[in-house]
């Protein structure tokens, strides 16, 4: 009953491989638990000084909206953190070939957004996918968006998915 699924900045291949993978890696798999410790010690912070140390941290950004500095708070919990990085060690070891079987039974289906500077998933994955699939909907961000576009253009991302779903969304 899936009528289209957008991909934005798939990471669905070589997650390892990748130029922020080859660095993730090794932190992520041998020395996560490294992390502990420093994480555990700042959950006793106040949450205003918690929010000033996630403001800091960001405060590169051109806009940062506020929910991102409250949802970044949690990260301040070793639950969290080790949930987090277990996960993601999981999924670099895991997430290693592109399933285009599934891609192919499904094409028409999906929509992918890949971005021209993006360590995840870099613009040769875009340019072999394109290869592979030249009749795909795959797209590469011309917009200079970001992996992490939900810390300070998630409304510009959500404008666009809107556009290109606009269609669908008139025959529901």
């Not at 592979?132 to 797209?139: L, T, V």
Request: one cysteine or more; hydrophobic letters at 40%.
């Amino acid at each position: 009953q899936v009528h289209r699924s957008v991909l934005l900045f798939p990471t669905i291949e070589r997650m390892a491989q990748s130029p922020q993978g080859k660095l993730m890696t090794p932190l992520l798999c041998k020395l996560r638990y490294i992390l502990y410790m420093p994480v555990y010690l700042l959950s006793f912070l106040p949450e205003g000084v918690k929010a000033s140390l996630v403001r800091f941290a960001l405060r590169g950004m051109k806009t940062c909206d506020e929910s991102s500095i409250t949802t970044s708070v949690n990260l301040f919990s070793v639950d969290c953190i080790a949930n987090i990085l277990y996960m993601a060690s999981q999924e670099m070891m895991k997430v290693v070939e592109r399933d285009s079987t599934t891609i192919k039974q499904n094409l028409k289906k999906l929509i992918f957004y890949y971005g021209t500077g993006d360590s995840w998933c870099p613009q040769n994955y875009y340019d072999e996918i394109k290869m592979d699939f030249p009749d795909g909907d795959i797209r590469l961000c011309e917009k200079g968006l970001r992996h992490a576009f939900v810390l300070d253009a998630s409304k510009e991302m959500a404008a666009m998915i809107t556009d290109w779903l606009r269609d669908d969304l008139t025959k529901l």
